[in-house]
């Protein structure tokens, strides 16, 4: 009997299917023996059983697909004869595989010798009249290869025929208990399950107006009850009295009808909406389990690499594994499985020394690299961790100034901490601390970005000589997302909830500046609180004494933002950004409101870093982005919708006023009639091109001075080169879009 529960189950789901196509596949060649196409197909079938088998231990049942593989191939090649007779043989040794199967499944013993059935099936292949050569010689047990010689114990006559499966199971209903499903079906239903808990949000919505319904006809009532009071204290007594107040009496009649029919409809409302609540969340835990797997099937994949790679760089290494039974969502297990690899094989490239080294400082032979893997609450942490060289943060300095990623002043001012995340920037992916070995082509900077597009987030500790230790933290369901809702220059922004600490009412009086940033002190720690606006180029508009500040964590490093209104929390379903935009800087996606109005989703480790790049410096403030001043206006040509929204969004968000054009005859017909500081154009457009447009803007005396941005997904040195030629002014590649190089290029050619 198979032991693991979970091997158990897949091994029956599989061993049915191929028994069920086996059998079909038998009773089709009683009709037409002579069809290659179906002999080939029994034959896989035969043979993935047999391959199922070989991989959970089942020798007699390997022993047995076997023959069937022998004898099928054996008919396949012409080599000898599959006569009614063969294939009845055949028929006999699929019962017995059934019963094999049971026995592998349930532990109950099956009556027919194995060894015995195998020689059979084996022996009893006749070579046909035209051919001559010898009979196929049965198969080696638990080999495929052959002999040549029967085995010693075969039987002289076949064993009697296996009872039939109806005696034994006669009173089991039928019953198909697994069924594959496409993880594309899996996909699907879990977005499904997230839209429906973006229905409840909207349900709480339309409760809330109900709630003020009542509330609305409360007053109402309360208020004509006033009235029928006062009338009848009045002095009213004549005709025209007594039919205001019959009316009243009536109409007092009806709102208390409304009032029942809206409490009725308010209680129908809150009873279906507890069970569109239990029904909701059961439909998403029963989806999202579905889709969970061990990491053990990508962790197995692990041990061979890193014993290959050991050898390859002449080191010792043991690899020790931790925490492979957790179960974790399937798309985790997909977008983790390269950058653990990668983290593997740079400890091992970079980190581990030689044996001969570790030896002279002391420490074994043999290096430890773990990977480790814990659940806590609805996250699951991985860790990656060697007792190597650790990293050099000298030579990480050093890098960084090479590669102007940084200047003395600000490198000077970071922590230990903060120069060792810097091997994460793209700027590290290079020969000196990522080598063709451990990367690949997978730089530390896509180890971090396919951990925070998985709404996670990673640290790294590192000390000389003593190892290096990076934990990635992840979330266990990436179907929906909770998000504490801000207001900033008059839109609404979301922050993912598992990344904020606290908020609290900051006054100007607690701002002091720490390494040219605004900060505050928080727990005793001092911590900086840029503006939320000046992160993403946009006017405040509250300019109060007070303003509240959300405290979020990113990995160890708390941040402040400072913003204009705390709103609400919000369970929505976000939307990643299209292709052109998905690299669009502090922003991971968009969703829909419960109130129908589009979100954007914030980055909280991308809002880290735009804060180390932030400069207090009033200089740097432009005109055009301030909320007194009037307004720069752009000219957009696009004829993509989402791009033109997203891209003139951006722009407003910026300050600029954006007029929007379709194509370059459009461009044109825009420009004869408005005044414009810039144009910001596509290429690949109908009617007239971007390069056209360009070149007619270029020809006209009135625009010679006007700036040219092209931002296209043609992003060749080619197609760069003919943007220059026609007289662009900048040329920025869709693929690696960043809004900021697009403001900070108008900045530049915008002239005041």
């Known amino acids: 009997m198979i032991e693991d529960p979970e091997l158990r189950q897949l091994f029956k789901a599989e061993s049915a299917e191929h028994l069920a196509r086996l059998d079909d596949g038998l009773l089709r060649l009683e009709k037409n023996c002579s069809d290659h196409a179906l002999l080939e197909e029994v034959f896989r079938e035969a043979h993935s059983m047999k391959g199922a088998a070989r991989m959970l231990g089942l020798s007699k049942i390997e022993t047995t697909s076997h023959g069937l593989e022998s004898m099928l191939n054996s008919a396949y090649k012409g080599e000898s004869a599959l006569t009614p007779a063969v294939i009845e043989r055949m028929t006999v040794t699929l019962g017995e595989l059934r019963n094999m199967v049971r026995e592998a499944l349930t532990g109950t013993s099956a009556e027919p010798h194995v060894a015995e059935q195998a020689s059979q099936v084996q022996l009893a292949v006749k070579p046909s009249p035209s051919a001559d050569h010898k009979p196929v010689p049965p198969p080696f047990q638990g080999d495929d290869r052959n002999t040549g010689k029967p085995p010693e114990d075969s039987p002289k006559a076949p064993p009697p025929p296996p009872e039939r499966l109806d005696k034994g199971a006669a009173c089991e209903p039928f019953r198909i208990e697994t069924v594959r499903v496409n993880t594309r079906q899996l996909d699907d239903l879990l977005i499904l399950a997230g839209e429906l808990s973006v229905i409840q949000g909207r349900w709480q919505h339309r409760l809330s107006l109900i709630d003020e319904m009542v509330e609305h006809w409360t007053n109402l009532e309360r208020s004509r009850k006033k009235l029928h009071f006062l009338l009848r204290k009045s002095d009213l007594m004549d005709k025209s009295g007594e039919a205001l107040r019959q009316m009243l009496h009536s109409d007092n009649e009806t709102l208390a009808q409304l009032g029942n029919r809206i409490k009725q409809t308010r209680d129908a409302f809150y009873e279906d909406g507890a069970r569109l609540d239990t029904t909701s969340n059961a439909l998403e835990e029963r989806v999202h389990a579905a889709r969970l797997l061990p990491l053990s099937s990508v962790f197995s994949l692990f041990p061979r690499m890193v014993r290959d790679l050991a050898r390859e760089q002449e080191k010792e290494v043991e690899l020790i594994i931790e925490g492979g039974e957790l179960d974790v969502d399937k798309h985790v297990l997909e977008e983790m499985k390269d950058p653990l690899m990668h983290l593997l094989r740079n400890a091992i490239d970079h980190g581990i020394e030689p044996p001969m080294e570790r030896e002279r400082l002391g420490k074994p032979r043999n290096g430890a690299l773990k990977l480790r893997a814990t659940r806590e609450n609805n996250n699951i942490f991985m860790e990656v961790s060697d007792d190597g060289r650790g990293l050099d943060v000298t030579a990480i300095r050093h890098v960084a100034l090479q590669r102007g990623l940084l200047d003395e002043d600000a490198l000077a001012a970071m922590t230990t901490a903060q120069l060792q995340q810097l091997i994460f920037s793209p700027g590290f992916s290079t020969s000196d601390f990522v080598t063709e070995l451990s990367g690949r082509g997978v730089g530390l900077d896509v180890v971090r970005a396919n951990v925070e597009r998985l709404k996670g987030d990673i640290r790294m500790e590192s000390a000389p000589h003593r190892g290096t230790v990076v934990q990635l933290r992840l979330p266990l369901s990436l179907s929906t997302t909770r998000l504490l809702l801000v207001r900033v220059g008059g839109r609404r ?260």
Not at 561 to 574: I, M, S
Request: aromatic share 4%; with cysteine.
């Open 493 to 752: 922004y979301g922050l993912p909830i598992e990344f904020v600490n606290t908020s609290r009412q900051v006054s100007e009086e607690d701002i002091f500046t720490l390494e040219g940033h605004p900060a505050f002190e928080f727990d005793g720690q001092a911590v900086i609180a840029p503006r939320l606006a000046d992160l993403l180029n946009l006017p405040s508009e509250n300019q109060d004494n007070e303003t509240v500040c959300i405290v979020i964590q990113v990995g160890d490093e708390h941040l402040g933002l400072r913003v204009d209104e705390l709103l609400d929390e919000e369970e929505v379903l976000t939307k990643p950004l299209g292709t052109p935009l998905r690299r669009v800087r502090n922003v991971s996606g968009l969703t829909i409101l419960s109130n129908g109005e589009i979100c954007v989703v914030l980055n909280p480790a991308d809002l880290l870093r735009s804060t180390h790049k932030l400069s207090t410096a009033p200089a740097k403030r432009q005109p055009a982005r301030t909320a007194q001043s009037v307004k720069t206006s752009i000219l957009l040509v696009e004829d993509s919708v989402l791009v033109r929204v997203m891209e003139k969004r951006i722009l407003e968000d910026a300050g600029y006023e954006v007029l929007a054009a379709v194509d370059g005859v459009d461009a044109l017909n825009a420009l004869s009639s408005h005044t414009f500081a810039a144009v910001v154009s596509d290429i690949m457009m109908p009617n007239m091109d971007g390069l056209t447009l360009t070149g007619r803007i270029r020809q006209d005396p009135r625009y010679h001075d006007l700036p040219v941005i092209l931002v296209t997904s043609l992003a060749s040195s080619e197609d760069k080169r003919r943007g220059l030629e026609v007289g662009a002014n900048a040329y920025i590649p869709k693929p690696s879009f960043d809004q900021n190089i697009l403001l900070d290029t108008l900045q530049r050619l915008i002239v005041p």
